[in-house]
């Protein structure tokens, strides 16, 4: 556990410095999650004037309530895009030939893709977490069962986003062409977890893609106990289920690991960019 | 103790090692040699844990590296040349900081030891800059430096002078010998076989994968078959000189501006000029090079397998 927590704060200095270190910074972190929030509110406002919109999608009738929904769907959106922008930074280890050198140390592989994911995660998600906690305490949209559950809210956001992270960065380290998951996880994943819009809008068929995304069961948590003052027993299906997911994202990432580094030994691919 | 036997390395149907025995003794440097391709950074990378060999057994200190990874790589580190290897936005005492954390070096030693490695390479006053804002050879000096980071047993050098000046590579050797002396294993690959000469007690010729020859440096130079090569410089080379040289030796060769050139066993300088004199002659030089392990190096390479065996 002391060579694991060394490791965390080894990969936050480098995460740091290579990325969050820049005042310029502050544009991925706030102003850009505030452009698409405001961007998927003015364009979904004009809903609350559809006759019998109040019946089908009755928070879409509510404004505040909109603003909400939406703004819970940015920052989770936030913290998983976070780490699909990590995983695409720790490519970059191949050109400077820092990937191997991770791989020479004897540092445990999942303990260092954890650490990278987290210390990315952390670092960027804080402000617009911050700002978004700000909005609801001064909009008064928030419908908590308890404190607690506030609690519950991270931590179904936080740990589904780093096994999420972990596994990205396994795919990513061992591919050089894994590149192509960083669009492939940018709007459509903002698209089929229900980031802007509530999931029973969507096709089955996305739905069900969208299902597999941990996003998407983090949002449920969120919203639930968020904006419909849901506690941990009603949202225990929820919440087991996300629980499962993110075991089984870490449970993959160790089989990535694993199997990426015997075949990196094999072919030698690792020190190839 | 490092210790090869019968190591082969396949890359799908090329053969990058082939059946390869090799020992590396701790208090010695050991040198690795070959032309570009002959299998030089794919041995230390089996070695260092990056690649598992296709066949044959690698040992580490009694530790095998298929079996124990992770103890292996406790013990040992590998520099490589170039200034690449390093974080270019962290400053020189934070990448070794860092690297330090991935091998649990205890805080209390790693701090000291930080400090001792960038004065060892120079890099004190500039500890504290980022390595963007280093020079190529500050980057290489802090490479060096970090392969050091976690005190190895064995450091394994892939060409580690290679973009150095000259008095920071000369600095390098000194540290290289210095370990060496405080009972480190040391395995050197490298092009500047002076810098091999110099610190090698012993040195493995390898090409395309297969061994060639080992021994110490003037061992290879007596295995390669390498002679001493005469130059004498006439003042004008007439017929009747070239005539008596060639009669002299027929292997002789005649270079650019009249310098007959003989390379051969023995010695043949006194003979050569005295036959050049008598056939009236004038000497404007007269030079003897031993041959270096360059020539070795090239003669073992060019020579048949067969033969070397």
Known sequence: MRHAARIFRAEALKQHRRVFGSKLVVFSMLIWPLLTLAQSYYTLRPLAATPGIAERWPLAADPERLLAFLATGALGFTFFFSLVQSAWHFTFERQTGTLELLFLSPANRLVVVVANGFGALVQNVWLFACFAVAGFTLFDVARVAHLG???VVFLALLVPAVAWGALLNSLLIFSRDAAFLYTLLDDPMWFAAGVRLPTFALPGWLRAAG??????????????????GRGVGELAGELAALAVLSAVLLLTAVAALRLGEARARRTGQLGLF | MIETVHLRKEFGTKVAVHDLNLTVPLGRVTGLLGLNGAGKTTTIKILATLLRQTSGTVSVGGLDPVRQPRAVRRRINLIAGGERMVYARMTGRENLWYFGQLYDVP?????PRVAELLDLVGLAEAADTRVERYSRGMAQRLSIARGLVNDPDYLLLDEPTLGLDAPIARDLRRVVAALAERGKGVLLTSHYLAEVEQLCAHVYVIGDGRHLAEGTPAELVAQSG??????VAVVELTPRVEAAARAFAPAVRIAPGGVVELSGPGDVAGALTST????GGALKGLEIAEPTLEDAILALNDRPAAVIA
């Open chain 2, 276 to 279: 050049i004199i008598e056939a």
């Open chain 2, 226 to 231: 390498c002679h001493r090569t005469v130059r």
């Open chain 2, 107 to 111: 805080g209390r030693v790693l701090r």
């Open chain 1, 211 to 228: 299902s597999v995304l941990p996003l998407t069961g983090s949002l449920v948590v969120v919203r639930g106990a968020l904006l419909d």
């Open chain 1, 149 to 151: 559950m506030y609690a």
